[in-house]
């Protein structure tokens, strides 16, 4: 079956820091990669998408490479901000609607 | 154009009595999937509606029951409450076009179990 690894948080950045999440998956066939973000007391926001190998998804300064060769997905952004401290979810699709998600990550970035 | 809603946002039961939770999808979404979100296991795939019909069901117990009206509303009924039940209950539709069909969160319903 399907499968998502995230690393465990929480992560602790200084703004202005390098981020890194990492996510690897396990999956049949070709799947879709995502990555959502979930901030306090809210449900979940789509933040990027790849639907093929070596696509890379990109908003808000946040990327993510889907590299089929070593089964992964990992988060980066340039330059955190205080405002981007949230849990963080890698999540796939095989086909239709169903997502399988990682356990999440949390990001804390102070001043 | 509106999100995805989700009525109640909180609610607190007793063990062993029935909740019944309400989702209304975007408007012209016709799938809806329901997702559990707990600490230890994180978020879990329920079940998921198309055109009033379940396409897709997750391993949980027979307690779990959804269904979907023809203006694709849903809702999702959980019954003999237990304590382990106690979480967040996320709706998720979509429009089921584009590749892959992108799935829009409603903020939830927090459900506690005393």
């Known amino acids: 079956g399907n499968s998502v690894t995230q690393m465990e948080g929480p992560v602790t950045l200084s703004e202005e820091a390098f981020l890194t999440i990492n996510c690897t998956y396990t999956?049949?066939?070709?799947?879709?990669l995502f990555w959502y973000v979930q901030y306090p007391g809210e449900g979940l926001q789509l933040l990027l998408k790849?639907?093929?190998?070596?696509d890379k998804g990109s908003n808000k300064g946040f990327e993510a490479t889907y590299r089929k060769e070593t089964t992964s997905f990992h988060l980066e952004k340039g330059s955190v901000q205080v405002s981007d401290s949230a849990v963080y979810f890698c999540a796939l699709t095989s086909g239709y609607s169903t997502l399988t998600f990682g356990k999440g990550t949390m990001l804390l970035v102070s001043p | 154009k509106a999100g995805v809603t989700q009525t109640p946002r909180y609610l607190i039961k007793t063990r062993g009595q029935q909740v019944t939770l309400s989702c209304s999808p975007i408007?012209?979404?016709?799938?809806v999937s329901w997702y559990q979100q707990t600490p230890g296991q994180g978020l879990q795939f329920l079940f998921e509606y198309f055109s009033e019909t379940q396409r897709n069901k997750g391993n949980f117990p027979g307690r779990f029951s959804g269904r979907q009206f023809s203006n694709s509303r849903s809702e999702m009924n959980v019954s003999t409450l237990e304590l382990g039940d106690s979480a967040l209950y996320l709706c998720?539709?979509?429009?089921?076009?584009?590749?892959?069909?992108?799935?829009?969160f409603g903020p939830g319903t927090r459900l506690t179990v005393t």
């Open positions: 999956a049949t066939g070709y799947p879709s």
């Open positions: 998720a539709s979509s429009i089921e076009r584009g590749d892959p069909y992108e799935q829009y």
């Open positions: 408007s012209g979404h016709r799938s």
């Open positions: 790849a639907t093929k190998a070596d």
